[in-house]
């Protein structure tokens, strides 16, 4: 079937359009990431990566693509790109003032136009420098050499191909000569087939390029009929050499921008046999430049091992213990000791960073021999954290998102802060957040938020659905109930809090409270964890009764990973062997947590008391152990109560509670 022209060209009119506006909006949206690099760049602390924020970002687009039906691997491929592109602007930014800036001589293998050459422009545009003079040479070899005379300041040279795989050479380079890796680029091979002006396909007998190039083509070159492959010095010398031999028969594998820029037709594009073709190449200098601190960064090292039974495995236990992420591992035998092998392996992190250090100061005593061939920016994300880690969240082999390494102390961005309505939870304030176990009626909570509002608590607490460990226990009044919490949080002026035991609820229940609450009982329920995630709503996380803090942060993990960032953890007492309280009050997660995340930490000393008279010293601990809050259970009539009486506060003890939080909060400097 034809296209009728006329709709046709209208549709393609629509699209220019719609690519103008896209290409607009790509620029409007990179001026908007300057200016977060500037405000970053002010704020000395906080790193270029915000995991956090591009997992927002990331579950916003997911959301908003599914609305309109577009698919959701595309989507992430999309943003992955601009995400990648969007740390990358903010370098030069963040890291050197422009006066420190300097030109500079660079130096790869090949002529103007060869992949190496447009990927170092990629990469040096990114770098605080006044300008670049590229310097094309034939071999590896040449340019390490005159990178050590110093004619050059860097040298640019790849070391894998995704489809080819290590470039022995350039690993020879690196281990032969004292050189540091001070950055790297990934670039996107794109081969095409290109011919002499007017030539024809079927006319080409001989291809030429690159050997790597006529590798990474062979598939597309066995469907020609009978081509010859000629290896040549570089992908854009090939295209060039066309321009001396003048002969149609003869075809180059080459960039497009490398044929183009010669006046060479391309015959066929997208000749790669995989879609994905990219190579990695280093920045290679004299002397080490360590990344700013504050940019995510790899380390390279190589590393030689007694030829004894297990030392490889030993060596990378001790990565693998301090959380070093392996992003390549590869041996090359030592030519002078046959069957003796020299490890290269890339892990994430700088080694700057005093865990790295600690690590590689172990591999050292483990190894033969170690060298570090630089840490530098971390550009090759195969994995991006914020866009494909929610499988590896379920077994943590790297640190979680909503978690840094519990040792040394984290290098994060200040702790986060979360929004209960009008009220701040975490970052230094203190909140109270108190109110009956159950909504029972309309004067019993309307009267339970004036008594704990009186006593300074600033968000209400009422259970409207109540998990409850017998079945004949009273189970709450529902959505009725929900709804008396409202009005009291209203009349009061308290933004409210409620438990959800179900994700069949949240409909019913979000809209009407600020912040939902999961119960120590629900901390396993990922199915509804996962709803939670998808929500613009606070999660108020209770740790289970039997879980452990990694258990616990990988449950809140669950919400974090769907997008939603608003997540509060609540210790309220785990079992132990000690009966002589309901639950045991670990107080050591408060400082435990706050080592090992950047959520706010709060303490319900009422659930794990289990009777009123431990509850005032148990909050009183929990403020002086740091904690963020309390939630504490308190009702006007204790005596009447439906539910958990016995640890219920009265007004006295709410008044008790008040009166002993001001000194201890007073003397940590902490408002309340
Ligand atoms: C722009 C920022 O920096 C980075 C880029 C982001 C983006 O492009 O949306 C988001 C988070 C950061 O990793 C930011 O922190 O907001």
């Known amino acids: 079937m034809h296209p009728n022209p006329d709709t046709l060209g209208a549709a393609r009119t629509l699209i220019d359009e719609t690519d103008r506006e896209i290409i607009r909006l790509l620029a409007r949206r990179f001026d908007a990431v300057r200016s977060v690099a500037q405000a970053k760049a002010t704020d000395g602390d906080r790193p270029i990566l915000d995991n956090d924020r591009e997992r927002g970002v990331l579950a916003a687009w997911l959301r908003d693509a599914e609305a309109l039906g577009l698919s959701a691997p595309f989507t992430r491929r999309v943003l992955k790109e601009i995400l990648s592109h969007s740390r990358r602007l903010q370098e030069p930014l963040v890291e050197g003032s422009p006066a420190s800036a300097r030109r500079i001589t660079v130096g ?104 790597a190039a006529l590798v990474q083509c062979e598939g597309y070159l066995r469907g020609l009929e009978e081509v010859v492959r ?135 005593s483990a190894c033969n021999h170690l060298r570090v061939l630089g840490s530098y920016p971390h550009r090759a994300r195969g994995a991006e954290p914020a866009m494909e880690q929610v499988p590896a969240v379920l077994e943590p082999p790297a640190p979680l998102s909503c978690a840094v390494e519990p040792e040394p102390a984290p290098p994060r961005p200040g702790r986060v802060r979360v929004n209960v309505g009008p009220i701040q939870v975490g970052e230094g304030a203190f909140v109270l957040m108190a109110g009956p176990c159950a909504v029972e009626s309309r004067d019993q909570i309307l009267e339970g938020a004036r008594m704990v509002r009186a006593a300074g608590a600033a968000i209400l607490r009422g259970g409207a659905f109540k998990p409850r460990t017998s079945p004949y226990a009273f189970q709450g009044l529902g959505l009725e109930g929900v709804a008396l919490l409202k009005e009291a949080g209203r009349e009061t002026g308290m933004p409210t809090v409620t438990e959800i035991l179900t994700q069949e609820d949240i409909p019913d229940v979000a809209p009407h ?160």
């Open 230 to 364: 000629q290896p040549w010095f570089d992908t854009a010398g090939a295209a060039e050499s066309l321009l001396e031999d003048r002969d149609p028969a003869i075809a180059a594998i080459c960039s497009e921008e490398a044929a183009r820029a010669r006046g060479l037709d391309v015959l066929a594009t997208g000749i790669a046999d995989q879609e994905r073709n990219e190579t990695r190449f280093l920045l290679i200098a004299r002397e080490p430049e360590g990344p700013d601190p504050r940019v995510p960064a790899k380390t390279s090292l190589v590393f030689r091992l007694n030829h004894h039974e297990g030392t490889l495995a030993r060596a990378l236990g001790i990565l693998s213990a301090a959380g070093a992420n392996l992003t390549r591992i590869e041996s090359r035998p030592l030519p002078a000791t046959p069957w003796e092998y020299l490890f290269f392996v890339d892990v994430e992190g700088n080694q700057a960073s005093p865990h790295l250090a600690r690590a590689l100061k172990e591999l050292r």
């Open 513 to 672: 409270v600020d912040m939902l609450q999961v119960g120590a009982r629900n901390m396993h329920n990922f199915a509804l964890l996962k709803e939670l995630g998808r929500l613009d709503k606070p999660i108020l996380l209770k740790r289970g009764m039997s879980a452990t803090l990694k258990e616990f942060l990988l449950a809140a993990e669950y919400i974090l990973a769907g997008g939603n960032q608003r997540v509060i953890l609540c210790e309220r007492g785990i079992r132990t062997f000690e009966t002589a309280t309901r639950a045991t009050l670990d107080l050591s997660a408060v400082p435990v947590l706050k080592r090992m995340t950047h959520l706010p930490v709060i303490v319900d000393p009422s659930h794990a008391a289990g009777e009123r008279e431990l509850v005032v010293p148990l909050a009183l601990a929990a403020a002086a152990a740091g904690a963020d809050g309390l939630i504490v259970e308190a009702h006007p009539w204790p005596e009447t109560a439906l539910c958990d009486k016995a640890q219920a506060l009265t007004r006295e003890d709410m008044a008790a509670l008040a009166a002993g939080l001001r000194p201890i909060l007073a003397s940590q400097g902490r408002a309340w």
């Open 108 to 211: 790869y293998q090949g002529v103007p136009g060869s992949h190496s050459s447009l990927a170092a422009a990629h990469l040096l545009a990114t770098r605080s420098v006044r300008g670049a003079d590229l310097r094309g040479y034939a071999l590896f070899q040449d340019v390490v050499e005159a990178l050590q005379a110093g004619t050059l300041d860097y040298a640019f040279l790849p070391i894998e191909n995704s489809i080819g795989g290590a470039i022995a050479d350039v690993n020879r380079l690196l281990i032969d000569n004292t050189l540091h890796i001070v950055d790297e680029e990934v670039w996107e091979v794109d081969q095409v087939l290109a011919g002499l002006p007017g030539a024809a396909l079927d006319q080409v007998r001989t291809v030429r390029s690159h050997p």
